[in-house]
């Protein structure tokens, strides 16, 4: 059996390759997240994924290693992970009513041969109140999300629609992942 690798400690990455039923192990790294903000959205998620994987595949070099990162883009800006409230109210705030851009970025990293993707998905949240900001920040949701809010949790209250990849959105997207693990030569089960 080949060896898999998450490399996230994401609790979301790790439950959304747990529906593929594969065996694998989680081996997170401590990377820098740092980047060029000349950089794309695009190439923001497909550099810090692949910073990721890479650190781990340093140390496992028999196996497929799976790096992946996740950003919010809102009027051209990228929304990180709020420091405390007010800022994840800020962030809520600027998303509500409007249509915002959830980039994640899967970088694979095996023995023989590696790739990089990535997935953009465009998310509409509903006109959200003042106190229903406050309310689900006071929840503690926010503070580990990029952009202040998870769509699969109290979150998905937020949200009016999406177009695009839900499981990107949340922090993998599953299908495109299996896709490419294929193409590099992991052999599933199934």
Same mark, same amino acid.
């Given at each position: 059996?080949?060896?898999?690798?998450?490399?996230?400690?994401?609790?979301?990455?790790?439950?959304?390759?747990?529906?593929?039923?594969?065996?694998?192990?989680?081996?997170?790294?401590?990377? #820098?997240?740092?980047?060029?903000?000349?950089?794309?959205?695009?190439?923001?998620?497909?550099?810090?994924?692949?910073?990721?994987?890479?650190?781990?595949?340093?140390?496992?070099?028999?196996?497929?290693?799976?790096?992946?990162? =996740?950003?919010?883009?809102?009027?051209?800006?990228?929304?990180?992970?709020?420091?405390?409230?007010?800022?994840?109210? =800020?962030?809520?705030?600027?998303?509500?009513?409007?249509?915002? +851009?959830?980039? =994640?970025?899967?970088?694979?990293?095996?023995? *023989?041969?590696? *790739?990089?993707? &990535?997935?953009? =998905?465009?998310?509409?949240?509903?006109?959200?109140? #003042?106190?229903?900001?406050?309310?689900?920040?006071?929840?503690?949701?926010?503070?580990?999300?990029?952009?202040? &809010?998870?769509?699969?949790?109290?979150?998905?209250?937020?949200?009016?629609?999406? +177009?695009?990849?839900?499981?990107?959105?949340?922090?993998?997207?599953?299908?495109?992942?299996?896709?490419?693990?294929?193409?590099?030569?992991?052999?599933?089960?199934?």
């Amino acid at each position: 059996m080949q060896n898999l690798i998450l490399a996230s400690s994401s609790p979301r990455r790790k439950e959304l390759l747990e529906t593929l039923r594969l065996p694998f192990a989680i081996s997170s790294s401590d990377v #820098d997240e740092s980047f060029d903000p000349a950089l794309s959205p695009e190439e923001v998620v497909m550099e810090l994924a692949d910073r990721k994987a890479q650190a781990v595949f340093q140390n496992n070099r028999d196996a497929f290693v799976i790096g992946s990162d =996740t950003i919010v883009v809102a009027n051209n800006k990228i929304l990180g992970k709020p420091a405390d409230e007010a800022e994840a109210f =800020t962030m809520l705030q600027s998303l509500s009513g409007k249509q915002h +851009h959830v980039f =994640t970025g899967v970088s694979i990293v095996s023995p *023989t041969n590696s *790739t990089k993707f &990535y997935e953009k =998905t465009e998310v509409w949240f509903w006109e959200l109140s #003042d106190d229903e900001i406050r309310s689900y920040v006071k929840s503690g949701e926010p503070f580990d999300k990029a952009g202040a &809010y998870g769509i699969q949790q109290l979150g998905s209250m937020l949200v009016k629609k999406i +177009h695009g990849d839900y499981f990107a959105v949340v922090g993998l997207p599953v299908a495109r992942t299996v896709r490419e693990l294929r193409q590099l030569g992991y052999q599933l089960p199934y």
